[in-house]
């Protein structure tokens, strides 16, 4: 695959992703609302198949790639020879020159919190004990900036709802704004454009719109980067983790306000929260359900 072309954002426009269904209001009138899609993707990893996930089906490759690599059955060292996706059977196929078998791992799942069911194969902390992440400055007006951009990008949200999105950013920079129907495929699709394009994660900040769960926590920090922030909540095990691997942790980031449950001292407050413009509305458009 090509190295994409940066900021990489949402296409909103993009016919199959949503689909205009008819109903009736709460007044009983005909309205019509677009809808986003779900479609079943299987990944194999060269002859072994992985696992079947829901999603809105963009970038299946950087989703396998993701899914992959934050399961530990892609390493940082493996060489991935090809990337096959069938559209006509919803299938990808990612194939190393390295011989894999993990149907022992495959056998042992973990139905995660996360948004259509996410599933992780394996020890959940696998790949966690003795990592300690890169102890990178974070500025304030970064975060306000981010947030600002972020909640005025045009977006499947915004056209449909019923979807959550990760932004990969650098400072106060947005570079990739992918979204699905579950927050872990969003992440996971993010982790596989890095893992293919090779592209360093110690100066990134990873923003998302769902909660702070500990699947989230330990995808980042499996992906190396050092920063998570989220307009959403937080869950105590994913804090537990946070703190455990350094990682700065910002939840409830909306308008002037934020919360930082990990990593405060790591914090440059170069921001005055009083002049930061008040939050525009960020909803669907009129019909959109969430």
């Given at each position: 695959?090509?190295?994409?072309?940066?900021?990489?954002?949402?296409?909103?426009?993009?016919?199959?992703?949503?689909?205009?269904?008819?109903?009736?209001?709460?007044?009983?009138?005909?309205?019509?609302?677009?809808?986003?899609?779900?479609?079943?993707?299987?990944?194999?990893?060269?002859?072994?198949?992985?696992?079947?996930?829901?999603?809105?089906?963009?970038?299946?490759?950087?989703?396998?790639?993701?899914?992959?690599?934050?399961?530990?059955?892609?390493?940082?060292?493996?060489?991935?020879?090809?990337?096959?996706?069938?559209?006509?059977?919803?299938?990808?196929?990612?194939?190393?020159?390295r011989e894999t078998t993990y149907e022992e791992k495959v056998q042992k799942?973990?139905?995660?919190?996360?948004?259509?069911?996410?599933?992780?194969?394996?020890?959940?902390?696998?790949?966690?004990?003795?990592?300690?992440?890169?102890?990178?400055?974070?500025?304030?007006?970064?975060?306000?900036?981010?947030?600002?951009?972020?909640?005025?990008?045009?977006?499947?949200?915004?056209?449909?709802?019923?979807?959550?999105?990760?932004?990969?950013?650098?400072?106060?920079?947005?570079?990739?704004?992918?979204?699905?129907?579950?927050?872990?495929?969003?992440?996971?699709?993010?982790?596989?454009?890095?893992?293919?394009?090779?592209?360093?994660?110690?100066?990134?900040?990873?923003?998302?719109?769902?909660?702070?769960?500990?699947?989230?926590?330990?995808?980042?920090?499996?992906?190396?980067?050092?920063v998570l922030a989220s307009r959403s909540g937080f869950t105590a095990w994913?804090?537990?983790?946070?703190?455990?691997?350094?990682?700065?942790?910002?939840?409830?980031?909306?308008?002037?306000?934020?919360?930082?449950?990990?990593?405060?001292?790591?914090?440059?407050?170069?921001?005055?929260?009083?002049?930061?413009?008040?939050?525009?509305?960020?909803?669907?458009?009129?019909?959109?359900?969430?």
């Amino acid at each position: 695959m090509d190295r994409p072309t940066f900021p990489l954002l949402p296409d909103p426009l993009n016919p199959r992703l949503t689909r205009a269904v008819e109903g009736v209001d709460h007044l009983g009138n005909a309205t019509q609302i677009h809808v986003v899609e779900e479609r079943p993707l299987t990944i194999y990893l060269n002859r072994q198949e992985v696992v079947t996930a829901m999603t809105i089906g963009d970038h299946p490759e950087y989703l396998a790639l993701g899914f992959l690599r934050n399961q530990g059955m892609l390493r940082d060292d493996d060489e991935v020879t090809q990337v096959d996706y069938e559209d006509d059977i919803e299938t990808v196929v990612v194939r190393t020159t390295r011989e894999t078998t993990y149907e022992e791992k495959v056998q042992k799942k973990t139905r995660t919190s996360g948004c259509a069911v996410g599933t992780v194969f394996g020890d959940m902390m696998e790949g966690i004990d003795g990592l300690r992440l890169p102890q990178a400055p974070l500025r304030t007006s970064w975060l306000y900036a981010l947030a600002r951009q972020i909640n005025t990008t045009p977006s499947l949200y915004l056209e449909a709802g019923a979807i959550h999105g990760t932004v990969l950013c650098q400072e106060d920079k947005p570079l990739v704004y992918m979204e699905d129907v579950g927050r872990h495929n969003a992440v996971d699709k993010i982790a596989g454009l890095m893992f293919l394009h090779d592209i360093p994660a110690a100066d990134k900040i990873l923003y998302t719109t769902g909660r702070l769960t500990s699947e989230m926590v330990i995808k980042t920090a499996l992906m190396g980067i050092p920063v998570l922030a989220s307009r959403s909540g937080f869950t105590a095990w994913g804090v537990e983790i946070a703190r455990q691997v350094g990682l700065t942790l910002i939840g409830r980031l909306r308008g002037q306000r934020f919360v930082c449950l990990s990593g405060d001292d790591r914090l440059i407050r170069d921001a005055d929260p009083a002049a930061v413009p008040t939050e525009p509305k960020r909803s669907a458009r009129k019909g959109a359900q969430e």
